[in-house]
C-alpha cells in the first residue's frame, strides 16, 4: 500500500507541476505555515504534521492529503466531514481539512484550498475544499490543478467560491440581449427579414468605423433628396471603408457591397417615422453605436457577428439548419487551435468558413504567439484563408475580419467543391479547419456532399505532413453508406488520423445534432500499426442555462486541460472511460464507443453490494412462491 501511494504522490506532483504550482512536500518553505505544522499531527497530539504538498499561490494556500484507495476519500458524518482523530488520520478529505483548518487558526493566511486526493494515477478522485474563517465549501471534483494555478485561482475564487458572474459573462449576457431587443426593432420597423438582419448590423457597423474619418450620426437628417437619402449616407461611409480596409480585389469589394445595397433601397429605412421622429436607419445607428459597437470592434476572439446571426435565426423561430448554417461556438474554434498546436508560422484555411469563427480563432492564437510586428502583418495578409459559398455569409465574415483590422483576409466567395486542391495547395497551406455542411447527402447524386467528402477534399488542400481539424456529426466517423465506405477507405489509403473526440451533445445548443472532432494529418497513409485516440469529451464542463444557451462552468478550464493532457501524451495514466489508444481500420467506426472497454477494477464495496443484490432478489422470490427458479435441476 505504501508503494502505491508514494505512486500516486509522484503522479499528483507531476500534475501541480504541469499547472505550474511550485508545492512544497511534507511541511512548507513559508516560516510561518511549516512552524504552525509543527503542532499540526493528524493524530490530534500536537505534534508535526505532515501533509503530501503544501503550496502558496498569490494570497491562497492550497494543503493536499493523498490517500491510495478512494475508499478513504473522506467519512461523513451527519453530512458534515467528520473531525474525529480516525477520520482525519485515515481519509484524504479529512485530514487536508484539518490542515487548512489549523493554517488558518496559525497563521495569517485566511483563505486555504484543502484537497483530499485518493486512488491510483489512472482511477482517482481529487476533489478541494474551500475553507475559510467562516467554514467550508466542498467543491466540485477536479482532474487537473489549472484552475489553481496563478492565472486562474482568483477568477475560480471569485466564480465559484463567491458565486460571482465573471466579467465576459456579463458582457456576453448582455450582449445576447442588446441582440434580443435589436431583432424586435429590426421587426417592427425595419421588415427585414432574418437573412437580412446580421448583413443590416454588418453595414452600419462598416459605416460607424468611419466616425474617425468624419462620419457623424446627425448626418442622418431623413433627407429624401435623391443621393441624400439616410441609406445612401450609409452606403458611402461604409464603401469608404471598404477601401480604407484596402479589401481586394475590386470583385471582393463589389460582392461585399452588393450585400449592403439593401440599406439605400429599401423606402422603409429610410422614411422618418412619426412614432421615432427619425428614419429607422438612424434609429438603428444610433441603438448599434450605442449598445454594441465597442464590443464588436473589440480584440475578442468571439464571433460576435456569429452569435446575433444565431440569436436572429433562433428568435425567428428557426435553428439555422435549414439554411444550411451550424455556427462553431468559441470554445470548440479555440480548442481547434489546441489539437492541432497552432503556429505563427502555420498558413490556416477553412473552405467553410461561415462568418468567420474558425479564422478569428486561428488568428488571434497566431497574432499572440508572433514575434515581430512583421510577422503580425504576414499573418493578416498571407497566412489567413477562406472560403465562403453563401454571398451573405461570405459578407459578415469580411465584415468580422475587418472589423478586427485584417482588410487583407484572403477570403474567396466560392463553391469549395468546384475548386482545384492543387491550386488551393501552392497557397503553401499547413493547417486546415472545417465545420462542413451537415446531411446533405440524402441520395445518391448528392453523396458526394457528404461530411466525409468534405473532409477527404480538404485533406487534399493541406500540404503534406499539415494537420487537419474538423467538426462533423458522430454518424460520419462510421461511414454507413458504400460511398461513404469508399470514402473512409480513401482517406485512410492516404492520410493518417491522429483521433475523434467525441462531444458534449450540446454543443450545437437547440441544434440536435451530436458532434465530434477528428483530427488528421494529410499526405501520410496510416500505417498499421499507428495508434489514434478516441476520447470520449461528452463531459467538457459547459452546460445548457437559460437565456445563454451553452455556457462555461468552473469545470470547463480543467477538462479542457485534462483532454489535452491526454492528447499530447503528457499523461500514460488514464481511464479507458475517457480515452482509448488503438490501432485502426478503414472499416471500423472511428467513435471512443466503438474501441471502449472497462479496465476499472471493481471494489470490494462492489462485489459485497452485488451479492447483497443477488440474495435479496432470491429471498423476494422466495416469499413469493418462486424458489423453484432457484432449485438445481439434476442432470
Given at each position: 500500500?505504501?508503494?502505491?501511494?508514494?505512486?500516486?504522490?509522484?503522479?499528483?506532483?507531476?500534475?501541480?507541476?504541469?499547472?505550474?504550482?511550485?508545492?512544497?512536500?511534507?511541511?512548507?518553505?513559508?516560516?510561518?505555515?511549516?512552524?504552525?505544522?509543527?503542532?499540526?499531527?493528524?493524530?490530534?497530539?500536537?505534534?508535526?504534521?505532515?501533509?503530501?504538498?503544501?503550496?502558496?499561490?498569490?494570497?491562497?494556500?492550497?494543503?493536499?492529503?493523498?490517500?491510495?484507495?478512494?475508499?478513504?476519500?473522506?467519512?461523513?458524518?451527519?453530512?458534515?466531514?467528520?473531525?474525529?482523530?480516525?477520520?482525519?488520520?485515515?481519509?484524504?478529505?479529512?485530514?487536508?481539512?484539518?490542515?487548512?483548518?489549523?493554517?488558518?487558526?496559525?497563521?495569517?493566511?485566511?483563505?486555504?484550498?484543502?484537497?483530499?486526493?485518493?486512488?491510483?494515477?489512472?482511477?482517482?478522485?481529487?476533489?478541494?475544499?474551500?475553507?475559510?474563517?467562516?467554514?467550508?465549501?466542498?467543491?466540485?471534483?477536479?482532474?487537473?490543478?489549472?484552475?489553481?494555478?496563478?492565472?486562474?485561482?482568483?477568477?475560480?475564487?471569485?466564480?465559484?467560491?463567491?458565486?460571482?458572474?465573471?466579467?465576459?459573462?456579463?458582457?456576453?449576457?448582455?450582449?445576447?440581449?442588446?441582440?434580443?431587443?435589436?431583432?424586435?426593432?429590426?421587426?417592427?420597423?425595419?421588415?427585414?427579414?432574418?437573412?437580412?438582419?446580421?448583413?443590416?448590423?454588418?453595414?452600419?457597423?462598416?459605416?460607424?468605423?468611419?466616425?474617425?474619418?468624419?462620419?457623424?450620426?446627425?448626418?442622418?437628417?431623413?433627407?429624401?433628396?435623391?443621393?441624400?437619402?439616410?441609406?445612401?449616407?450609409?452606403?458611402?461611409?461604409?464603401?469608404?471603408?471598404?477601401?480604407?480596409?484596402?479589401?481586394?480585389?475590386?470583385?471582393?469589394?463589389?460582392?461585399?457591397?452588393?450585400?449592403?445595397?439593401?440599406?439605400?433601397?429599401?423606402?422603409?429605412?429610410?422614411?422618418?417615422?412619426?412614432?421615432?421622429?427619425?428614419?429607422?436607419?438612424?434609429?438603428?445607428?444610433?441603438?448599434?453605436?450605442?449598445?454594441?459597437?465597442?464590443?464588436?470592434?473589440?480584440?475578442?476572439?468571439?464571433?460576435?457577428?456569429?452569435?446575433?446571426?444565431?440569436?436572429?435565426?433562433?428568435?425567428?423561430?428557426?435553428?439555422?439548419?435549414?439554411?444550411?448554417?451550424?455556427?462553431?461556438?468559441?470554445?470548440?474554434?479555440?480548442?481547434?487551435?489546441?489539437?492541432?498546436?497552432?503556429?505563427?508560422?502555420?498558413?490556416?484555411?477553412?473552405?467553410?468558413?461561415?462568418?468567420?469563427?474558425?479564422?478569428?480563432?486561428?488568428?488571434?492564437?497566431?497574432?499572440?504567439?508572433?514575434?515581430?510586428?512583421?510577422?503580425?502583418?504576414?499573418?493578416?495578409?498571407?497566412?489567413?484563408?477562406?472560403?465562403?459559398?453563401?454571398?451573405?455569409?461570405?459578407?459578415?465574415?469580411?465584415?468580422?475580419?475587418?472589423?478586427?483590422?485584417?482588410?487583407?483576409?484572403?477570403?474567396?466567395?466560392?463553391?469549395?467543391?468546384?475548386?482545384?486542391?492543387?491550386?488551393?495547395?501552392?497557397?503553401?497551406?499547413?493547417?486546415?479547419?472545417?465545420?462542413p455542411p451537415y446531411s446533405q447527402a440524402k441520395t445518391k447524386e448528392t453523396a458526394h456532399l457528404s461530411e466525409l467528402s468534405f473532409i477527404r477534399r480538404l485533406l487534399s488542400c493541406v500540404c503534406e505532413g499539415g494537420k487537419v481539424a474538423v467538426i462533423v456529426p458522430v454518424s460520419a466517423m462510421i461511414g454507413k453508406t458504400k460511398d461513404d465506405k469508399e470514402v473512409k477507405e480513401d482517406i485512410y489509403t492516404h492520410h493518417t488520423l491522429e483521433g475523434v473526440i467525441t462531444l458534449n451533445k450540446q454543443t450545437f445548443y437547440g441544434v440536435?445534432?451530436?458532434?465530434?472532432?477528428?483530427?488528421?494529418?494529410?499526405?501520410?497513409?496510416?500505417?498499421?500499426?499507428?495508434?489514434?485516440?478516441?476520447?470520449?469529451?461528452?463531459?467538457?464542463?459547459?452546460?445548457?442555462?437559460?437565456?445563454?444557451?451553452?455556457?462555461?462552468?468552473?469545470?470547463?478550464?480543467?477538462?479542457?486541460?485534462?483532454?489535452?493532457?491526454?492528447?499530447?501524451?503528457?499523461?500514460?495514466?488514464?481511464?479507458?472511460?475517457?480515452?482509448?489508444?488503438?490501432?485502426?481500420?478503414?472499416?471500423?467506426?472511428?467513435?471512443?464507443?466503438f474501441y471502449y472497454y472497462n479496465d476499472e477494477m471493481p471494489t470490494e464495496q462492489d462485489f459485497l453490494t452485488t451479492i447483497a443484490d443477488y440474495l435479496t432478489f432470491e429471498f423476494n422470490m422466495v416469499t413469493h412462491g418462486r424458489g423453484y427458479l432457484f432449485e438445481q435441476k439434476e442432470g
Amino acid at each position: 500500500m505504501a508503494k502505491k501511494e508514494a505512486n500516486f504522490d509522484l503522479y499528483i506532483h507531476d500534475l501541480l507541476v504541469e499547472a505550474g504550482i511550485q508545492a512544497d512536500t511534507q511541511g512548507s518553505n513559508v516560516f510561518e505555515i511549516n512552524n504552525a505544522l509543527k503542532t499540526a499531527s493528524k493524530h490530534q497530539t500536537g505534534n508535526t504534521g505532515y501533509p503530501e504538498y503544501v503550496a502558496v499561490v498569490r494570497d491562497f494556500v492550497l494543503v493536499m492529503e493523498d490517500k491510495a484507495d478512494r475508499a478513504n476519500l473522506c467519512l461523513m458524518e451527519d453530512e458534515q466531514i467528520s473531525q474525529t482523530i480516525t477520520a482525519t488520520r485515515d481519509y484524504a478529505v479529512n485530514g487536508a481539512l484539518f490542515y487548512a483548518q489549523h493554517i488558518i487558526e496559525h497563521t495569517a493566511f485566511k483563505k486555504v484550498f484543502a484537497f483530499g486526493n485518493a486512488g491510483d494515477k489512472k482511477h482517482h478522485i481529487l476533489r478541494p475544499v474551500f475553507v475559510d474563517e467562516q467554514g467550508y465549501k466542498v467543491l466540485p471534483d477536479v482532474q487537473t490543478f489549472e484552475n489553481f494555478s496563478d492565472s486562474h485561482i482568483q477568477e475560480y475564487y471569485q466564480r465559484i467560491v463567491l458565486g460571482q458572474v465573471p466579467p465576459e459573462d456579463i458582457e456576453l449576457a448582455d450582449i445576447l440581449k442588446k441582440a434580443k431587443e435589436l431583432h424586435e426593432y429590426l421587426r417592427n420597423y425595419g421588415g427585414l427579414g432574418e437573412d437580412e438582419k446580421p448583413l443590416f448590423v454588418s453595414a452600419i457597423l462598416l459605416a460607424l468605423r468611419e466616425q474617425k474619418y468624419g462620419f457623424r450620426l446627425n448626418m442622418l437628417v431623413g433627407d429624401t433628396v435623391q443621393g441624400n437619402t439616410d441609406g445612401e449616407i450609409l452606403y458611402r461611409y461604409l464603401e469608404n471603408n471598404l477601401k480604407r480596409a484596402k479589401v481586394s480585389p475590386d470583385v471582393k469589394k463589389e460582392r461585399v457591397l452588393n450585400q449592403f445595397t439593401l440599406i439605400k433601397d429599401r423606402p422603409q429605412l429610410n422614411t422618418i417615422r412619426e412614432d421615432l421622429q427619425k428614419s429607422p436607419l438612424k434609429f438603428f445607428a444610433e441603438y448599434i453605436n450605442k449598445n454594441i459597437f465597442q464590443a464588436l470592434i473589440s480584440n475578442s476572439p468571439e464571433d460576435y457577428l456569429g452569435r446575433f446571426y444565431g440569436e436572429f435565426v433562433s428568435y425567428s423561430g428557426g435553428d439555422g439548419q435549414a439554411l444550411g448554417v451550424v455556427l462553431t461556438p468559441r470554445h470548440i474554434t479555440e480548442l481547434f487551435c489546441d489539437l492541432v498546436d497552432l503556429k505563427p508560422t502555420d498558413v490556416l484555411f477553412d473552405p467553410c468558413c461561415g462568418t468567420g469563427g474558425f479564422l478569428i480563432s486561428g488568428m488571434h492564437r497566431m497574432l499572440r504567439a508572433a514575434s515581430s510586428e512583421q510577422q503580425r502583418k504576414d499573418i493578416k495578409s498571407k497566412q489567413i484563408h477562406g472560403i465562403e459559398i453563401r454571398d451573405d455569409m461570405f459578407s459578415i465574415a469580411t465584415t468580422n475580419m475587418i472589423l478586427r483590422g485584417d482588410g487583407q483576409s484572403n477570403l474567396v466567395c466560392t463553391d469549395f467543391l468546384a475548386q482545384n486542391p492543387g491550386d488551393i495547395q501552392l497557397k503553401g497551406v499547413t493547417v486546415g479547419f472545417m465545420n462542413p455542411p451537415y446531411s446533405q447527402a440524402k441520395t445518391k447524386e448528392t453523396a458526394h456532399l457528404s461530411e466525409l467528402s468534405f473532409i477527404r477534399r480538404l485533406l487534399s488542400c493541406v500540404c503534406e505532413g499539415g494537420k487537419v481539424a474538423v467538426i462533423v456529426p458522430v454518424s460520419a466517423m462510421i461511414g454507413k453508406t458504400k460511398d461513404d465506405k469508399e470514402v473512409k477507405e480513401d482517406i485512410y489509403t492516404h492520410h493518417t488520423l491522429e483521433g475523434v473526440i467525441t462531444l458534449n451533445k450540446q454543443t450545437f445548443y437547440g441544434v440536435g445534432t451530436n458532434p465530434c472532432i477528428a483530427v488528421f494529418t494529410a499526405g501520410e497513409p496510416h500505417p498499421a500499426d499507428k495508434k489514434a485516440k478516441f476520447i470520449n469529451f461528452e463531459d467538457d464542463g459547459f452546460e445548457v442555462k437559460m437565456h445563454l444557451g451553452l455556457v462555461e462552468t468552473e469545470r470547463a478550464k480543467d477538462r479542457r486541460q485534462y483532454l489535452l493532457d491526454c492528447w499530447r501524451g503528457c499523461t500514460a495514466d488514464y481511464p479507458s472511460s475517457f480515452m482509448v489508444e488503438s490501432t485502426v481500420e478503414a472499416t471500423d467506426e472511428w467513435l471512443h464507443s466503438f474501441y471502449y472497454y472497462n479496465d476499472e477494477m471493481p471494489t470490494e464495496q462492489d462485489f459485497l453490494t452485488t451479492i447483497a443484490d443477488y440474495l435479496t432478489f432470491e429471498f423476494n422470490m422466495v416469499t413469493h412462491g418462486r424458489g423453484y427458479l432457484f432449485e438445481q435441476k439434476e442432470g
